[in-house]
């Protein structure tokens, strides 16, 4: 039976202590993900393919008031399992566990809009402007690359188990982060990066199943449109971007007629790095796009 002051909001989602590795965490949601948790106590390492960018990220945004710290470590391909065993062996000479792994990098892929009625022109459009390549290097980055990241800090993730408290500070788990696209029906002109982030979704789903015989949890966070490289197309000198309500109200299908905040990404990932009782959810970020969108 819980007292109140075990409600306090420091107790729930304060990660004091925590150790975390986000992909893909110099820029956009591997972004939010690291301030969210490094003002809230936790030693934070930031990897990903741009060194430069790592830094600048990690100097940019250290916490002001918290204990918790942003650290660039890398550089690393999520896809080169070279580059993973790298990482690891790093990380395992500063650390003895971590408590979360966030596996953010990903990459859009082509865009060919099925705008056509007829079969002919239908075909010209999606053939022309896509090509295998593409859609290999998309599950290679989107799945593929999840999956291995996941499975390499397996033993670092499991040295994170400690004698648990009232509320099992110390669980070990693992957040992907797919996307609406992954959900809805609608391809968005996006045919491989829906179909790969659907794949991000399933897999999710069996590793929680799988790696629960672990005491690992595995959840994911769908995104809807949020401030990132990715969206906005750019990002400035803090490896922040910016996405205009203007451009959110010309896609006509977001019910709040803007991007989400960084703020309610921090949420969510703390959200799911503490509580206990969820495994295997995938949880919608998204203005209530798929309220409208045909998808769930």
């Avoid at 990002?235 to 309500?245: C, H, L, M, W």
Wanted: with cysteine.
């Amino acid at each position: 039976m819980a007292d109140t002051h075990q409600f306090d909001v420091n107790k729930l989602f304060g990660v004091q202590d925590y150790v975390a590795v986000i992909t893909g965490g110099g820029s956009g949601i591997g972004l939010m993900a690291a301030q969210a948790l490094a003002a809230n106590g936790a030693k934070v390492y930031i990897t990903g393919r741009r060194k430069e960018v790592l830094e600048n990220a990690a100097k940019s945004h250290q916490p002001a008031k918290s204990s918790g710290q942003i650290i660039p470590i890398g550089p690393c391909d999520v896809t080169s399992k070279d580059d993973l065993e790298k990482l690891v062996a790093d990380l395992s000479k500063r650390e003895k566990y971590i408590n979360l792994l966030v596996c953010n990098a990903g990459i859009s892929g082509p865009k060919a809009e099925p705008k056509d009625a007829d079969a002919e022109d239908l075909k010209a459009r999606l053939w022309n402007n896509e090509d295998p390549s593409d859609w290999r290097d998309n599950y290679n980055t989107n799945v593929t690359a999840v999956y291995f990241t996941t499975v390499a800090f397996l033993p670092l993730l499991q040295q994170g188990i400690r004698p648990k408290g009232p509320l099992e500070p110390y669980a070990p788990s693992v957040i992907t982060i797919s996307s609406m696209s992954g959900i809805m029906r609608h391809a968005q002109g996006h045919f491989s990066y829906n179909t790969a982030k659907g794949a991000t979704v399933h897999l999710t789903k069996l590793m929680s199943a799988e790696f629960q015989k672990a005491e690992i949890r595995v959840n994911s966070i769908a995104p809807g449109y949020f401030p990132t490289e990715m969206t906005a197309k750019s990002s400035d000198d803090k490896q922040k971007s910016y996405v205009s309500p203007e451009k959110i109200q010309d896609k006509g299908h977001v019910p709040l007629m803007r991007a989400g905040r960084e703020e309610e990404m921090g949420m969510t990932i703390l959200y799911l790095a503490k509580n206990q009782y969820v495994n295997g959810e995938i949880i919608a970020v998204d203005g209530g796009v798929l309220n409208v969108i045909a998808g769930r």
